[in-house]
T-cell receptor, first 113, second 115 residues
Framework: AQSVTQLDSHVSVSEGTPVLLRCNYSSSYSPSLFWYVQHPNKGLQLLLK??????LVKGINGFEAEFKKSETSFHLTKPSAHMSDAAEYFC???????????FGSGTKLNVKP | DSGVTQTPKHLITATGQRVTLRCSPR?????VYWYQQSLDQGLQFLIQYYNGEERAKGNILERFSAQQFPDLHSELNLSSLELGDSALYFC??????????????FGNGTRLTVT
């Protein structure tokens, strides 16, 4: 069975400090993994994707994520938070030919001035 | 800008009514997915179409239906509306019909309010 667990429903950081949003997945097959960001009343925007090439994936707005197969994790990081990063973030797993995208429950990131 | 267009942005209607939500996918994308997002249930997959054919069904109520037209735009029809149908409805498109490493590209959604 496939599933995605976002370990924190809320994360709060100060502006200029590092961001870590945690995601674990469960999959019987080699997955593709994505992170999306959703600002209030907006659609989900693709931040980055992992598709079995390099395990460290760089995305937009300074975000990156590292695929760790041994830990079944795909945590999202950013060295220095900006106020505009305040949003909800979703970790997503997809399996080729299974025609499904599995969404985590989301992590709301709050950035304090 | 994802390239996915959803109309209208907002809909306010009464219980028992019927509405139609429209989605135009990104140029070149053959798959259209519909999702419902509410505060209590999060993001729920409703249905997927690929090149005009229904490909997958999720938690879609019998009162809801969808279709994808030859020009690849899609419509989601919601009927006999109830208060609980109030939510954000998203359309997403993808090149692939089989998931995998082709990401979803989301529109900005239609906010439906049922009064």
């Amino acid at each position: 069975a496939q599933s995605v667990t976002q370990l924190d429903s809320h994360v709060s950081v100060s502006e200029g400090t590092p961001v870590l949003l945690r995601c674990n997945y469960s999959s019987s097959y080699s997955p593709s993994l994505f992170w999306y960001v959703q600002h209030p009343n907006k659609g989900l925007q693709l931040l980055l994707k992992y598709t079995s090439a390099a395990t460290l994936v760089k995305g937009i707005n300074g975000f990156e994520a590292e695929f760790k197969k041994s830990e079944t994790s795909f945590h999202l990081t950013k060295p220095s938070a900006h106020m505009s990063d305040a949003a909800e973030y979703f970790c997503v797993v997809s399996l080729y030919n299974f025609n499904k995208f599995y969404f985590g429950s989301g992590t709301k990131l709050n950035v304090k001035p | 800008d994802s390239g996915v267009t959803q109309t209208p942005k907002h809909l306010i209607t009464a219980t028992g009514q019927r509405v139609t939500l429209r989605c135009s996918p990104r140029s070149g994308d053959l798959s259209v997915y519909w999702y419902q997002q509410s505060l209590d249930q999060g993001l729920q997959f409703l249905i997927q179409y690929y090149n005009g054919e229904e490909r997958a069904k999720g938690n879609i109520l019998e009162r809801f239906s969808a279709q994808q037209f030859p020009d690849l735009h899609s419509e989601l029809n919601l009927s006999s509306l109830e208060l609980g149908d109030s939510a954000l409805y998203f359309c997403a498109s993808s090149v692939s019909g089989t998931g995998g490493n082709s990401p979803l590209h989301f529109g900005n959604g239609t906010r439906l309010t049922v009064t």
